[in-house]
Antibody, heavy 116, light 106 residues
Framework: EVQLVESGGGLVQPGGSLRLSCAASGFTFSSYWMHWVRQAPGKGLVWVSRINSYGSSTNYADSVKGRFTISRDNAKNTLYLLMNSLRAEDTAVYYC?????????WGQGTLVTVSS | EIVLTQSPATLSLSPGERATLSCRASQSVSSYLAWYQQKPGQAPRLLIYDASNRATGIPARFNGSGSGTDFTLTISSLEPEDFAVYYCQQRSNWRTFGQGTKLEIK
């Protein structure tokens, strides 16, 4: 069974940093592109970032470019999202997801709250 | 960035009725369009991929159609568990989601 388990969310002050992790199991992690998607409270889904299977190619939404960094450790079957210079508008549930096109797997999400 | 616009924002229907949800892309996404269902407190669930293919385990009452810039999700006869928020998503160029359509009980 495919499982994606996010961790690392919490309360952080504006301008602060946080690193999210996503532990993957039940599939060959090193073979798949991985994504982060976020959802602000009561709002819609927003794609944040993706990384290729090797970790050598990354893409970001304009809203996070230059502030967030996606990475992965295939030996540990773990995906990361380093978030710097956090703003109030970054407050959201962050989902780790394997989006293959014809089959998706999502984590349960981790809540990030940016507030003073 | 490809922008997806969903309509209507809210759809009020009764169980047994037919639901028609629309998604329009700002430029062609070919058939690389998916539909998701999301219930409160849950992660999204893939319903339809590549415009018209049902994902594993999705009931036959869910149907997707369209190509290029205009897409439709049809639920032929609403069941009580179908009332939720629905999102379209394109994978032609990176990924973007529509803003969602809330399907509520009338």
């Amino acid at each position: 069974e495919v499982q994606l388990v996010e961790s690392g969310g919490g309360l952080v002050q504006p301008g602060g940093s946080l690193r999210l992790s996503c532990a993957a199991s039940g599939f060959t992690f090193s073979s798949y592109w991985m994504h982060w998607v976020r959802q602000a409270p009561g709002k819609g889904l927003v794609w944040v970032s993706r990384i290729n299977s090797y970790g050598s190619s990354t893409n970001y939404a304009d809203s996070v470019k230059g502030r967030f960094t996606i990475s992965r450790d295939n030996a540990k079957n773990t995906l990361y999202l380093l978030m710097n210079s956090l703003r109030a508008e970054d407050t959201a549930v962050y989902y780790c997801a394997r989006l293959t096109g014809d089959d998706d797997n999502w984590g349960q999400g981790t809540l990030v709250t940016v507030s003073s | 960035e490809i922008v997806l616009t969903q309509s209507p924002a809210t759809l009020s229907l009764s169980p047994g009725e037919r639901a028609t949800l629309s998604c329009r892309a700002s430029q062609s996404v070919s058939s690389y369009l998916a539909w998701y269902q999301q219930k409160p407190g849950q992660a999204p669930r893939l319903l339809i991929y590549d415009a018209s293919n049902r994902a594993t385990g999705i009931p036959a009452r869910f149907n997707g159609s369209g190509s290029g810039t205009d897409f439709t999700l049809t639920i032929s006869s609403l069941e009580p568990e179908d009332f939720a928020v629905y999102y379209c998503q394109q994978r032609s160029n990176w990924r973007t989601f529509g803003q969602g359509t809330k399907l509520e009980i009338k």
